[in-house]
């Protein structure tokens, strides 16, 4: 059974970094391309990043380009999405995700174990 758990979410200004954590248990995680997707009331689930096997085939919403880096450490087996440059339209549900037969999908999908998520809020 895969269980994948996210931290490092909270509430910070515009501006500021925050570095959200997954742990993944239950498989081998080199396994699993991850994915870090995003949520709020209003809208759908949203792509955010995307990271291959190994830490290569990273892809980035065109919303985050240049803001946020994904990472891997499949030693500790998490993954980690570092997030600079907050704005507020940044706010949302953050959830890791792993797929086990697609890497470099933008789609939720394809996606096949999910954490529950964080929250990150950015204040104007």
């Known amino acids: 059974q895969v269980t994948l758990v996210e931290s490092g979410g909270g509430l910070v200004q515009t501006g500021d970094s925050l570095r959200l954590s997954c742990a993944f248990s239950?498989?081998?995680?080199?396994?699993?391309?991850m994915g870090w997707f995003r949520q709020t009331l209003r809208k759908e689930r949203e792509f955010v990043a995307t990271?291959?096997?190994?830490?290569?085939?990273?892809y980035y919403a065109d919303s985050v380009k240049g803001r946020f880096t994904i990472s891997r450490d499949n030693t500790r087996n998490t993954a980690f999405l570092q997030m600079n440059s907050l704005k507020p339209e940044d706010t949302a549900v953050y959830y890791c995700?792993?797929?086990?037969?697609?890497?470099?999908?933008?789609?939720?999908?394809?996606?096949?174990?999910w954490g529950q998520g964080t929250q990150v809020t950015v204040s104007s």
């Open positions: 995700a792993a797929a086990t037969y697609y890497t470099g999908s933008d789609n939720p999908v394809n996606y096949d174990y």
């Open positions: 990271i291959g096997r190994s830490g290569g085939d990273k």
């Open positions: 239950g498989r081998p995680f080199s396994n699993y391309a």
